[in-house]
């Protein structure tokens, strides 16, 4: 066989009407979606087909069905989510996201999920923090990887359909795996396609499309302790950015509590909240449960206070309060991390978290087996036995690329976001199980915005920029053609450290000015690393070029946490602690000025009368300034 | 902290290729796949490995470890003695790409002959009822996370790809029979198992079981039921017509047609057909 040269000038061009790069929960649902629209549409992917990190997820999908408390509806959701992101969220998104979720549910178990089941038979739905009903839909705790190969499934079955009707299944929805797109393309403001590379061969391609969806999730791998995987490297935020799109919330990084401390090699690996949702409880070195002491004025009186009424709840939850363990995750995170600061961690600097003792063991297996292999395999922990050693670690941003609530398209006319990639739907702080949901609701409304979109500008497309392609062909073979230059992964490795411990949990004005001077030094080392070898399949190579978007992201989080002087949801400020209700009004918005990242304020718009009556006066007043209050006596009860 | 471990990796590609010794540290409680990163790391920045999770959820990293099929991330290193030279290799039943990847598609063109999920369609959104012992079979085949290590494994394939053609293997044989259990499906693939997918050439050894890291009772709960299942329709079609007359169409769904052009034809000129190019040893 023939390999191709790095010299290899031949680009293949490959004409679309929808580009989704991304093959996770939102980009197989938005593809779907343009597909179910007749827009010929293309799903990119750095990994194989059905391996994405939404396969990760593990607790389950929010929608408020009400199978398991009839109590449940969209508005309590609502509530929920904007509690949980401290009214900071774009209260549109949290509306259609509420609304939305539960049909998206059904529509996936009409495509073949298989979620667990109640005792009349509907999907059942279990507790999570910061949930007031059980809402979870799930299977196991695998739920992502069901979630994932149900939308994989639906994908194949439009492919059979296409193949009966049209005499070729890809006529219509086509899979690119393992290729990745380093740059957008445009044809003057508009987007006009993407360039990438194939994995396998190192050959160029170039999609022409005049609509494309970002699907690409995280940013993880900008931090050193992250439950993230290799692809998280933030190339949707960075080629959004790269292509003139703005990005809000970037302050905002959720450290999830729970990850395994021990082994060093697991470090970061996730501990499912399901494991507090089904009566999980976190306790010191002294033996002490000890998230009672730290709950929060905003909170108090939706918590338990005694160990008595908590555990109640899980029983009887009508007539009991919650337990703290439950408190949305920035709370319980924070926590954590000062019960190990103050000297009461575990060996390996984590809390414990305790199952063993809460249920029977043959139940520990059937809920939660996944956690119980992990731990038995990766750990030697037997958690039906012994409490698990956790803590916290990066797990997911929500901040992203600025979006129409609606359709999803950003500020570049053909460019659309949906899933982790977007921003404003999570606030300040993300609630478990919300993301699921998102990528389903917000997947299938980019799907449909880019079809719409494809479909209004008619035969008006645009014509991908041949300079644009050359420079990125240009940019993509650079780190071949240097002859001296430093490792990637070295690089990489000094970026996270940087990031994790500078502009962490917990952060300062002095150490963000710290990281953003380190980072400054680490961009120039970045943009001369070298790759060795040759383009087919390597890994080198194609770190070398993630560089460039984890370091442009790192420098966002990095502005943007410098700017924000208050602390909210996933963004603490030591030196600035508590809530501003100055700040919630503000988003940070960040975008491209030539080469330099550029930040500026931009006021949130109000939220609708009839969304904010959903509230209680008294409540809305932790939150808001008073000029923003609803006139005191107009009150909904 | 650190100490030395033996490595020999196979490193090449479709061509040719060669087991290439190397020195790496490793630490208290890695696993392969640690190693293999640090090895990329330190000594061959462009060893090609494909990994994803690292928490045995992807199925990506699949690879063979002293000959044994296994996930790369879920190999601990503490279950090799200190001085063993570790021997990694690529997935022997499928082409290899690069090192330790290969050409897995044969996998996907399997998955796109199955016909889908076939509800009665009268059947509204959120209407499906199904109790939880109905669907715990078909939930634990979903729990597969195609990491194809029975694909591999499986000896009608494994140094035979004459079979690849007219045969399935373990982890689709699985699928139609995750489908047949399924409560709210109406399609009926035994003949379609027998005859298309080859479910006859299995002999029940289980091997596939043996190396399935999700530990799904592939043989057992799956390939003996689906086989139980083709043989009542041959002799006794009463059985069947009994198990499913409330909602089966009394007819066999059909193997889906297509052009097989290959999963991702962006490098669809490059990939070698299943079988070819695969590296000697
Ligand atoms: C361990 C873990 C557990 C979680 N559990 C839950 C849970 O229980 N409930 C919940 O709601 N949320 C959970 N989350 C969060 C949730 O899983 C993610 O936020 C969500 O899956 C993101 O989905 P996505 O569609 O945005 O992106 P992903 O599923 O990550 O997909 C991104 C896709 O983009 C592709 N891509 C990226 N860059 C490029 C590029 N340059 N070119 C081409 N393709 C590219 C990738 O290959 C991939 O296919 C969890 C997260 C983690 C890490
Ligand atoms: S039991 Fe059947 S499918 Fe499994 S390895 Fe043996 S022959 Fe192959
Ligand atoms: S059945 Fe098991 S071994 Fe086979 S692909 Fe699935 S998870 Fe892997
Ligand atoms: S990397 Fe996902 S299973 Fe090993």
Known sequence: MTEPSVTDTEIERLPFDVVVIGAGGSGLRAAIEAR???????????SLFGKAHTVMAEGGCAAAMGNVNPNDNWMVHFRDTMRGGKFLNNWRMAELHAKEAPDRVYELEAWGAVFDRTKEGKISQRNFGGHEYPRLAHVGDRTGLEMIRTLQQKVVAMQQQDAIDLGDPEAMIKVYAETTITRLIKDGERVAGAFG???????FVVFDAPAVVLATGGIGKTFKVTSNSWEYTGDGHALALLAGAKLLNMEFVQFHPTHMVWPLSVRGLLVTESVRGDGGVLRNSQGERFMFNYVPDVFRDKYAETEEEADRWYSDPDHNRRPPELLPRDEVARANNAEVKAGRGSPHGGVFLDIASRLPAEEILRRLPSMYHQFKELADVDITKEPMEVGPAQHYVMGGVEVDPDTGESCVPGLFAAGEVSGGMHGSNRLGGNSLSDLLVFGRRAGLGAAEYVARIGAKRPTPSEGEIAAARAEALAPFE??????????????????????????????????LAELAKLRERAAVVRAEGGPAYNPGWHLALDLRNIMLIAECVAQAALERRESRGGHTREDCPGMNPQWRKVNLMLSLDGDKVALTRQPMLPMRPDLLGLFERSELKKYYTEEELPPAGEEKV | MGNKVKLRVWRGDAGKGD???????????????????RLQATQAGDLAVRWNCKAGKCGSCSMEINGRPRLGCMTRMSLFEPDETITVTPMRTFPVIR???????????????IPSFTPDPSIGLGEFRMQQVDVQRSQEFRKCIECFLCQNVCHVIRDHEENMPAYAGPRFLMRIAELEMH???????????????????????????????????????ALIPLKERVVSRKYDPLVWLGDKITRRVHQDTQKVPGKSSGHGAARSDSRAKPGRGRHQR
């Open chain 1, 36 to 46: 179910q629209a007749g827009k010929r549409t293309a799903i990119i992917s750095k």
């Open chain 2, 183 to 221: 409560p709210a499906d109406t399609a009926d693939r035994r003949e379609i198992a027998q005859d298309d997918f080859g479910l006859g050439m299995c002999n029940i050894t289980k091997c596939c079981t043996e190396v399935c890291p999700e530990n799904i009772h592939i043989t057992d709960n």
């Open chain 2, 99 to 113: 090192d330790l990847v290969t050409d897995v598609s044969f996998n996907f063109e399997k998955a796109r002959q």
């Open chain 1, 197 to 203: 590379y194939v994995r396998q061969t190192g050959r």
């Open chain 2, 19 to 37: 087991l290439v010794d190397y020195e790496v540290e490793s630490n208290e409680g890695e696993v392969v796949l640690d190693v293999l990163h």
């Open chain 1, 482 to 515: 240097r002859t001296v230059g430093e490792n990637p992964y070295t690089v990489h490795s000094q970026v996270q450290e940087t990031m994790f411990s500078l502009v962490g949990i917990i952060r300062t004005e002095a150490e963000i000015k710290q990281a």
